[in-house]
């Protein structure tokens, strides 16, 4: 494992004059550019070939530098690492790259400084834990059944890994799971291991609400040291769930033999009730506090994902603990932001800002893992 002391001690040698952000050009990558390098700082992206195109197309958001990689998990060779420490490299981890690197080897084999806390990636890759969080964050979230013959209501079974939603399927009963897993093994969605570790999760029927929020424990805050940001909102876009009803005009959806699907495929923007914005902002508090007993707490950006049901009820069903797709939606800040910066502040450039400020007080190692 790579330790806290460890890394501090390769931040102490960077010439902080030179800090290059880096990150794995997928996710949020033009985001996490653009953003550093409104504030200055020197970027480098690692992508495929198939992927320099696009980031060589935007010059406000394309990467000083490309590192061509053919497979991600190069990242973890020990010439790479050093071709990334030569250059003082701050990595800005985000979805793509704990899911093709894989949070274990991060925390295990990747001894290039990590901006956040990388402890809470290991957390936001099992759902056990995420549940764990939820429940110690006094949030309320949807029930879970241990087996298909408890379920007696509206489901959603669920796959481990951070899969976009591949293989989730709905369904409200004993007879019915075991059908529609069946189809899915059959069909090679999901492996046996996969269904075997399944986990059977209540429907909550509302709309969703993935709230970008960002700790600083830089900022003074209104409880004191360590401000909890609340940047901007996004709704996901999940294919083909999200326009289903299109199809409802020739029947319903047992009769056509149409499953719904969750496969992330992008983002919309969305605001919230006023009067909710006070709960959401607790919630992100909430889970902040106690992530600091669970792993040592969360640093920089961190979504909750959850749903409001009808009776103006939030439910979390999953946290993720780095930034999020979503943010991607405001290059130059939101709703949100807008009152609490002067200047256009995108969650990427919220890092850089960060970084800049921790370089300034000296205080890189609370920001850095
Ligand atoms: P997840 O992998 O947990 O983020 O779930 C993927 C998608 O499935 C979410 O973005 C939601 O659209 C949907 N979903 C997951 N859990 C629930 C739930 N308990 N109730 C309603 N929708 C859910």
Redesign the pocket.
């Given at each position: 494992m790579i330790s806290r002391e460890e890394i501090n001690k390769v931040v102490s040698k960077y010439d902080k004059k030179k800090l290059t952000i880096a990150t794995i050009c997928s996710h949020s990558a033009l985001q996490i550019f653009h953003g550093a390098k409104m504030e200055g700082f020197r970027t480098l992206g690692i992508c495929t070939p198939d992927r320099r195109e696009l980031y060589e197309s935007y010059p406000l958001a394309s990467p000083d530098s490309l590192l061509e990689v053919e497979n991600y998990k190069e990242v973890l060779e020990p010439e790479f690492q050093e071709k990334l420490l030569k250059q003082n490299v701050i990595m800005v981890p985000h979805g793509s790259f704990v899911e093709y690197v894989g949070a274990s080897n991060i925390h295990e084999k990747f001894s290039v400084p990590m901006f956040g806390n990388r402890e809470s990636l290991g957390w936001e890759s099992s759902?056990k834990k995420?549940r764990e969080w939820i429940k110690k964050s006094s949030v309320k979230?949807?029930r879970e059944f241990r087996h298909p013959s408890e379920i007696e209501t509206v489901?959603?079974v669920?796959f481990s890994g951070?899969?976009?939603?591949r293989g989730?399927f709905l369904t409200s009963s004993e007879k019915d799971y075991e059908k529609k897993m069946k189809m899915k093994l059959d069909e090679g969605v999901i492996t046996k291991t996969e269904s075997e570790n399944a986990?059977i999760?209540?429907?909550?029927?509302?709309v969703?609400y993935?709230p970008h929020y960002f700790y600083s424990p830089l900022m003074k805050g209104r409880d004191g040291n360590g401000r909890i940001e609340m940047l901007s909102i996004d709704r996901?876009m999940?294919s083909n769930?999200e326009e289903i009803y299109r199809v409802m005009a020739a029947g319903t959806l047992q009769e056509l033999n149409i499953n719904p699907s969750?496969v992330?495929t992008g983002n919309a923007p969305i605001t919230i009730r006023e009067s909710l914005l006070p709960e959401v902002l607790n919630i992100g508090k909430r889970v902040r506090e106690s992530s600091v007993s669970l792993f040592g707490g969360i640093v920089g950006p961190y979504c909750v994902?959850m749903?409001c049901t009808p009776e103006l009820e939030l439910?979390a069903?999953?946290i993720?603990a780095r930034i999020v797709a979503g943010t991607n939606l405001y290059p130059l800040g939101s709703f949100l932001s807008a009152y609490m910066f002067k200047e256009p502040m995108s969650t990427g450039r919220r890092i850089g800002r960060e970084i800049n400020i921790g370089i300034k007080e000296k205080k890189l190692d609370l920001l850095i893992y």
């Open positions: 759902r995420v979230v949807p489901c959603i669920k951070a899969k976009g939603g989730f986990t999760q209540e429907f909550i029927n509302g969703r993935y996901r999940e769930v969750y992330v994902e749903v439910y069903f999953e993720s």
